[in-house]
């Protein structure tokens, strides 16, 4: 299987893939349009990038085609697999699973019923390779109409339905999805791969398709309007999608998120808004970014919702039961619950752990400050140096300069030496919500700002030389 734009990677495509939709399972968002006449009752092209938070318990549907509880296909997620259902006549299931949150995988399904081997009448593409193991294996007979080329069928997107109610939300990141009625195609219409590092699957420019007569082009690249249909078609209609939920974590560039692999097995807890949001219903669990640092200046923001609600960093070896460590784990705390006054003789917030010892930060903040929820709390760590900074609403306490390098809360030693990944937890028996922005916020922004590369959206300016976690900056600097 080749390689997909993954953690690390920075390639850049032919063509600027500059936005993408995220879809929050627990919203049940949808986009949806009723199709009519097809330009083929047989033939059709579904492409999608998508970057999956994909529980293996549920179904989670990228697009589907419905006409009654009767008559519906699928493209969805389920028990970590990719799936393509039908009702009686389409049963596919990968015997690859697909597990990792942190990369962008391109899905190409490509019909055409009138074939005569059966094989042939449904191919199911990732990363531009076709997939033939399948768990599940049930092909549509010959001239079979699929739903999505059926007159009276609706369109879903990020979401799917088998009989009554929607009830197959997505959850994670969409871009470039595609529809084509009437064509076959492969999937070298949609991606190519990469001259450099031919393992590498990345976007091409695909404004010169035919997207045939029920046929559409989503590029979520109007925020007011992501259904779109950037083809000139019947735009799609949004249900529980709002302008927060376009991001710039494209397969091009890839944002950091939680990493729902990097939790305590013993965590009840819940990932959100595109692996942003992690709740912790109690005692002290963490969890850690996708993507590690192992050099630069990097910068992010917290949103204070519940009690207790921790952002730092850690090493990549670092344990993840609950605050616990294998002696290389450092992380700074920050803990939020109602209204609070913060003293420099605070005894139960902003601590710093330091190899699983916990103290007060005497010099800070220096002098009483309060904060609540909704506050936003801001991290800068130079990994060359060790100094991190914490700041609060727009004001980095001790009046610390990261861009000058001056007056960090803490400089951090790693032993390890390991990569350095950002870490969010919870204090002992507590509820926590950490809502995290590496750069794609899941909630909105009064006040837009990117870092020195134009990556990112921050409420608060971006220090001199700092720079969202995502894969370009990555390249670059870390």
Known sequence: MPLILGAQ?????????????????????VMEKSLGTP??????TVSAWVKAMSDASIDTCVAGGYVSSSDVWNLQFGASKIQLTGTGNLDLATTQVFRDASAWWHICMAVDTSQVTDTNRVKLYVNGTQITSFSTTTYPTQDDVPAWCNSSATLYVGNGRTSGALSKPFEGYMAEFCFVDGQQLAPTSFGEFDSDSPTIWKPIDVSGLTFGDNGCYLDFEDSANLGNDANGGTDLTETNITAVDQTT???????????????????????????????????AYNTKSTLAMTAGKWYWEQKATLINARVGVNTSQANNNK???????????????????????????????????????STLPGTAISYSAGDIVMVALDVDTGKMWYGLNGTWFNSGDPGAGTTPVVTITNGSPDPFMVNGSSGSGSSSTISVNFGNPAYAITSSNADGNGYGNFEYAVPTGFYALCTKNLAEFG
């Open 9 to 29: 990677s920075a390639l850049g495509p032919t063509a600027l893939v500059t936005n993408s939709c995220r879809f929050n399972e627990v919203d049940d968002p």
């Open 39 to 44: 330009t083929s009752t047989k033939i059709f």
């Open 323 to 361: 605050d616990s460590d294998d002696g290389s784990f450092y992380w700074g705390g920050t803990g939020f619950g109602g209204t609070h006054t913060v003293t420099a003789t605070d005894s139960t917030n902003w601590q710093l752990t330091n190899n699983d010892t916990s103290s007060n930060i």
């Open 249 to 283: 974590d494209t397969p091009v560039n890839n944002f950091a998120t939680w990493n729902p692999l990097a939790r305590n097995p013993s965590d009840t807890g819940s990932l959100a808004e595109g692996n942003t949001v992690y709740t912790i219903s109690s005692n």
